[in-house]
């Protein structure tokens, strides 16, 4: 079945970029019709939509972040990726990786401080 | 963009007793492209309904989603100890994916 796993640092400095990477095992990001997605959720708040990429590699992002958001895919690495750029402490989080609805990587904590 | 209210934001009831959730939709969501998920702290979501009323892989059948267009509904039929989290609508039919800020199930 497949598997998602995030990954990169937890720690990001403000007006830096936070990059951050999802490996996809049990079968090939390519194949089939699939929406790969970031989601990222701040402490004690609700779940928030970063943006999408589709198996073609088209992409749609959340409008309140779509100006500092780039989704893209490696598929010989069977990876995708997430950066946003000129964080701040605002974009502290936990940030999902999913293959919307099902299933969702386990969440990685970044931390926006100098 | 498609915005998605839940109600209410707390649900406060006994174990046995039934829950009835609510997502609303600013306009109507295609294809039924609706999803609940439970959130329990310190866990990633966990997909119990997709499609407004298909029950995923392995969750009991107390938990039953319904509606269409634009209101949909959760419902647990009687609450075990377990099911006490929150819980998310979530809709992926449009051109960007949405999330309702959640209900949270309580004990009583």
């Known amino acids: 079945q497949v598997q998602l796993q995030e990954s990169g640092p937890g720690l990001v400095k403000p007006s830096q970029t936070l990059s951050l990477t999802c490996t996809v095992s049990?079968?090939?990001?390519?194949?089939?019709?699939?929406?790969w997605s970031w989601i990222r959720q701040p402490a004690g708040k609700g779940l928030e939509w970063i943006g999408r990429?589709?198996?073609?590699?088209?992409?749609n992002y959340n409008p309140s972040l779509k100006s500092r958001v780039t989704i893209s895919v490696d598929t010989s690495k069977n990876q995708f990726s997430l950066k946003l750029s000129s964080v701040t402490a605002a974009d502290t989080a936990v940030y999902y990786c999913?293959?919307?609805?099902?299933?969702w990587g386990q969440g990685t904590l970044v931390t926006v401080s100098s | 963009e498609i915005v998605l209210t839940q109600s209410p934001g707390t649900l406060s009831l006994s174990p046995g007793e039934r829950a009835t959730l609510s997502c609303r939709a600013s306009q109507s969501v295609s294809s039924s492209y609706l999803a609940w998920y439970q959130q329990k702290p310190g866990q990633a979501p966990r997909l119990l309904i997709y499609g407004a009323s298909s029950r995923a892989t392995g969750i009991p059948d107390r938990f039953s989603g319904s509606g269409s267009g634009t209101d949909f509904t959760l419902t647990i039929s009687r609450l075990e100890p377990e099911d006490f989290a929150v819980y998310y609508c979530?809709?992926?039919?449009?051109?960007?994916?949405?999330f309702g800020p959640g209900t949270k199930v309580d004990i009583k």
């Open positions: 999913a293959r919307v609805p099902t299933p």
């Open positions: 979530q809709q992926y039919g449009s051109s960007g994916f949405t």
């Open positions: 990429i589709y198996t073609s590699g088209s992409t």
């Open positions: 049990g079968g090939s990001i390519s194949s089939g019709s699939y929406y």
